[in-house]
């Protein structure tokens, strides 16, 4: 099956990897500087996000990897938000060849230790389920997400995309089956941005130093505004960064 997906512009390809509070759409404003920074723009919904139907067991990576062949797109840029970052690095390590640049910002990591303010967050989250209480899940996750000088514009999309993907969650109940492989950080070999936010759970800023330290050629820059999503709540700031990056050695 193929991910719903958005293809924009022409030139090197760079694939946007959405965040599981949000959907491709957090992208939006990412896209118009990527275009014209010269790239042709990848940007698809994970299955059970946006516009992308869910399914019983399945790969995020895979699928990633099954739409770029589709498309015939060859080595790109990816840029991966949260979970779409964990995606982004299983992407990386099984198809090192595939990747030209990797972008993590507050990407999350599979194993990673949890903290205090993440079993914190959990285990509100966990409360929230249980009761089918979706309005407070989604003023929860944006809260948490979004840092103090986020504006009413990133609140606003943020809730419209979570709402989205909470509405599926709870109609399937915990039904999907989302396999990971076990991820190799050191095959990873295209150079990697690493960004983390200042205003991120310490369990994000605690897994970017993770990062930054295991994969091969990496950097780690921290946005001392930014709380989880920084592409969502600066986003020219965001794109000037990714483009900058993208470009270096060019």
Known sequence: MTLAHDVTGSGRPVVLLHSSAADRRMWDPQVDALVA???RVVRPDFRGFGDTPPAPAFSDA????DLLDELGVGPAAVV???????????FA?????????LVLLCAGMRGAAETPDATAYRERKEK???AR???ALVELDTGTWLGPE????????????RRRSAEVAFALDGTMDRRFADVDLAAITAPTLVVSGAHDLD????IAGVLAERVPNARHVTLPWAGHLPSVERPEEVSALVVDFLHEGR
Not at 62 to 65: G, L, N
Not at 80 to 85: D, E, I, L, T, Y
Not at 203 to 206: I, L, V
């Open 62 to 65: 895979e699928d990633v990897r």
């Open 128 to 130: 929230l389920v249980a």
């Open 80 to 90: 991966g938000a949260s979970f779409g970052g964990s995606v982004a690095q299983e």
């Open 133 to 135: 209480d979706l309005d």
């Open 93 to 101: 390590a099984r198809w090192p060849d595939r990747v030209t640049k």
């Open 37 to 39: 920074a010269g790239h």
């Open 203 to 206: 369990y994000f800023g605690a």
């Open 150 to 161: 986020a504006d009413e514009r990133a609140r606003a999309a943020l809730r419209t995309m």
